[in-house]
């Protein structure tokens, strides 16, 4: 039975409430919290929230929509943002309400998203990613490079600027349809890899794995407007709107 009619399965028959049916969907099996009954059914959360549903957000862009050009269109980020980054969110938190799912935090829903199915796990991914994506770019960028420590990482990790874009751009280009490349960090080590669809390195399923410091989305909709089937030339572009001092904050 599916995990999701198995748990509306449970909640019919065993009158279980939506707390300890959302702990059978963090592993913990609802018949052992019920025997052993110890405090509240929130308590049984293995990510340590509260119990409360987690509800994902859409904060504001923070810049205008054409504030990349001409790098990036303002149809297309209009669209992006408006449509795309909105559904994602919507459906995701859909999900998380109708199932009652709680966690602390979306990071730590991402963490445990093999235990969900493909819906939850596009549209947190997309949600998560394209907060993620706005934050790395800003206008007014051209000509600027990481600096101090991070610089000192990806010269040390990759050879020169250079050739980690090189590395970077191939990534993104050997992304076989819809996906993202990213930079990411794993302990001390600086790696660079492609997802498919709305996965991301924080995703316990993923096999890219470690703490994104920037991602690209390469899917269409992301480049097609002003690009068409150019994701080359789309990604070149991106390195004149990277924010750097992002990049840095997340290395940090
Ligand atoms: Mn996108």
């Not at 990482?153 to 020169?160: D, K, L, R, V, Y």
Request: glycine share 10%; proline share 5%.
């Amino acid at each position: 039975m599916p995990k999701t009619n198995r748990r509306k399965f449970l909640r019919n028959t065993l009158g279980l409430s939506a707390a300890a049916v959302a702990g059978s969907a963090l592993g913990v099996n609802p018949l052992n919290a019920l025997v052993s009954c110890s405090g509240s059914p929130g308590s049984s959360n293995p990510s340590g929230g509260t119990g409360e549903i987690l509800q994902l957000t859409q904060a504001d862009l923070p810049y205008a929509f054409d504030a990349l050009e001409p790098h990036i269109d303002a149809r297309t980020m209009e669209i992006h943002y408006s449509r795309h980054h909105k559904a994602y969110v919507d459906n995701a938190n859909g999900i998380l309400e109708s199932e009652s799912i709680s966690y602390e935090s979306p990071e730590a829903l991402l963490a445990n998203i093999s235990q969900y199915a493909d819906g939850l796990r596009n549209n947190a991914g997309g949600a998560w990613n394209h907060s993620f994506f706005w934050k790395s770019l800003r206008p007014g960028s051209e000509g600027n490079a990481p600096s101090g420590a991070l610089a000192d990482a990806i010269n040390g990790t990759f050879g020169s600027f250079d050739e980690f874009k090189a590395q970077f751009k191939a990534a993104g280009l050997g992304q076989f349809g819809s996906g993202w490349a990213w930079l990411v960090k794993d302990g001390d080590t600086l790696s660079i890899g492609g997802t498919p669809n709305q996965d991301n390195p924080l995703m316990d399923l993923s096999e890219l794995k470690g703490k994104p410091l920037l991602g690209i989305d390469v899917w269409e909709h992301a480049y097609y407007l002003k690009y068409q089937n150019q994701r080359g030339n789309y990604i070149d572009s991106f390195w004149n709107i990277v924010n750097w001092d992002f990049v840095a904050e997340q290395f940090a």
